[in-house]
C-alpha cells in the first residue's frame, strides 16, 4: 500500500550514524527492526518483567510478549493511517531493550542507585542499547540505526541529556514532535500494557471485575459482554472484555488521528516534527477513560501489597547489587571491568557507575536473583 506523504520513508531517511550500503532486497527501517530482533538484548526481554516478577507464574506477561502486542496493535494503526509499518515495527520492537530487571521496581531502585551519577532513566537506556551497548557489528559500535527508529525509541528525555544528544535530542528543547510512527508507539504502548496489566491483574486475583467496574471503559464492555453471554465463564468474558476495550481505543485513536491530520494537512514527515502539538492522539472523552484506568491500576494494583512485597524484595536485591559491583568492580565479568577502568579514567566515579548500571540493567529477573545468590548466600552448611 502507497504511504501517505506524511510518513516516514526509506527515502526521506536521516540515515544512519555510521554511513552504510543500502541492503539488497529490504529497505532500511526493515533492516532496523531485522537488527533488534537478532540482538541479545532482544532475546532477554522474555526473562523480564512489568508488573510481575518472572517466577511468579508463567501466563503473566514479559516485557517480550508486552513488545510483539505494542508492534502488533502498532502495526495495525499504521496501516489505517498509511504510515510505515517496518517503522513503528522496528520501534516498537526496541522500544524496552533498556528496561531492567523486575519493571518499574528495578528501574526506581536503579535510578536511586545513580541519583549522584546522572540517573537512570529506561527510556534513555533504550537508545544506549542500540547506540553503543550492543557490540555484533565490525564497522560500527551498537546497531548503527537510522535516525527515525531512533528518534521513535526516545519517547521523553530531560533538557540537559537531550542537549548532549544532538540532532536526536533537538526536539525536547524546541517543543518539537517525533515524527507519526514515533507518536503511535507512544499511544499503543499504553494501550497495550493497560490491557494486560487488566489481565494479568485478574488472572492473579489481585483484582475483581466487580472493583474494575468503577472504571467506565471496563464497565460498558463488561456489561456488554454478561448481557450477551450471561453464562459465559469469567475467565473467557474478562478475554470478550479486554479485546473490546483495546479495540474501542484503536479505533478512537485512529479516527482522532485522521481529524487531526485533516486538520493540520502536513504534507511531509518534517511539517509533522515542527508542530507544536502531537496529531496522534484519542479524543478528549477517550483520554479521560485511558486516564481514569491508569489511575485505576497505579492505585490497586501497583500498589497493590502482594506486588509491594515482590517490588520491595526486587529493590533491595539490585540496591545491594549496585553497592557491591560499585566498591568491587573485579566482581563483574572481564569485559565490563575493563569499560569500568576505562570509563572510571574518562569520568571518575560517575563513569564507573554507569557501567555497572549497564550491567545491572542488562540482567534479566533471573539473572539478578542468581547474581545475588551466588554473592550473598553462604552455602548451607551439612
Ligand atoms: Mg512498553
Given at each position: 500500500m502507497a504511504l501517505a506523504p506524511y510518513a516516514c520513508s526509506d527515502s526521506l531517511s536521516r540515515g544512519r550514524v555510521y554511513a552504510e550500503p543500502s541492503p539488497q532486497y529490504r529497505d532500511a527501517f526493515m533492516r532496523?527492526?531485522?537488527?533488534?530482533?537478532?540482538?541479545?538484548?532482544?532475546?532477554?526481554?522474555?526473562?523480564?518483567?512489568?508488573?510481575?516478577?518472572?517466577?511468579?507464574?508463567?501466563?503473566?506477561?514479559?516485557?517480550?510478549?508486552?513488545?510483539?502486542?505494542?508492534?502488533?496493535?502498532?502495526?495495525?494503526?499504521?496501516?489505517?493511517?498509511?504510515l510505515n509499518e517496518d517503522l513503528i515495527e522496528a520501534i516498537t520492537l526496541a522500544h524496552d531493550l533498556g528496561h531492567t530487571p523486575f519493571g518499574h521496581a528495578g528501574q526506581d531502585a536503579l535510578n536511586a542507585c545513580m541519583q549522584d551519577y546522572g540517573g537512570f532513566e529506561h527510556n534513555l537506556q533504550s537508545l544506549r542499547v542500540v547506540d553503543t551497548l550492543e557490540e555484533r557489528y565490525a564497522d560500527f559500535p551498537g546497531l548503527n540505526l537510522t535516525f527515525e527508529t531512533r528518534e521513535g525509541i526516545l519517547k521523553h528525555c530531560n533538557l540537559e541529556k537531550a542537549a548532549a544528544l544532538g540532532e536526536l535530542g533537538e526536539r525536547f528543547l524546541t517543543g518539537r514532535q517525533a515524527s507519526l510512527?514515533?507518536?503511535?508507539?507512544?499511544?499503543?504502548?499504553?494501550?497495550?500494557?493497560?490491557?494486560?496489566?487488566?489481565?494479568?491483574?485478574?488472572?492473579?486475583?489481585?483484582?475483581?471485575?466487580?472493583?474494575?467496574?468503577?472504571?467506565?471503559?471496563?464497565?460498558?464492555?463488561?456489561?456488554?459482554?454478561?448481557?450477551?453471554?450471561?453464562?459465559?465463564?469469567?475467565?473467557?468474558a474478562i478475554h470478550e472484555v479486554t479485546r473490546r476495550i483495546i479495540n474501542r481505543q484503536v479505533v478512537d485513536l485512529v479516527e482522532q488521528t485522521r481529524r487531526n491530520l485533516i486538520a493540520a494537512m502536513p504534507s511531509s514527515p518534517d511539517e509533522v516534527r515542527a508542530l507544536n502539538q502531537p496529531l496522534v492522539a484519542f479524543s478528549a472523552e477517550m483520554q479521560a477513560q485511558h486516564h481514569s484506568l491508569k489511575q485505576f491500576l497505579r492505585t490497586n494494583l501497583y500498589r497493590h501489597y502482594r506486588v509491594h512485597r515482590m517490588t520491595s524484595k526486587a529493590k533491595r536485591v539490585l540496591h545491594e547489587l549496585f553497592d557491591l559491583f560499585f566498591e568491587d568492580p573485579q566482581l563483574m565479568p572481564n569485559q565490563y571491568q575493563e569499560r569500568c577502568r576505562d570509563q572510571e579514567a574518562r569520568n571518575g566515579r560517575a563513569g564507573k557507575a554507569r557501567v555497572v548500571a549497564d550491567y545491572i540493567a542488562g540482567m534479566t529477573d533471573r539473572y539478578a536473583f542468581s547474581e545475588y545468590h551466588k554473592l550473598f548466600t553462604p552455602p548451607a552448611m551439612p
Open positions: 532496523d527492526r531485522d537488527r533488534i530482533v537478532h540482538c541479545g538484548a532482544f532475546r532477554r526481554l522474555e526473562y523480564k518483567t512489568q508488573v510481575f516478577i518472572n517466577h511468579e507464574g508463567d501466563m503473566y506477561r514479559t516485557r517480550l510478549t508486552h513488545s510483539l502486542e505494542v508492534a502488533q496493535i502498532g502495526r495495525t494503526v499504521c496501516r489505517i493511517l498509511a510512527e514515533g507518536q503511535v508507539a507512544n499511544l499503543v504502548d499504553a494501550i497495550a500494557y493497560n490491557n494486560h496489566d487488566v489481565d494479568d491483574g485478574l488472572r492473579a486475583g489481585l483484582l475483581t471485575p466487580t472493583q474494575l467496574s468503577e472504571v467506565e471503559l471496563f464497565a460498558d464492555a463488561w456489561e456488554e459482554v454478561r448481557h450477551r453471554y450471561p453464562d459465559l465463564a469469567e475467565r473467557r
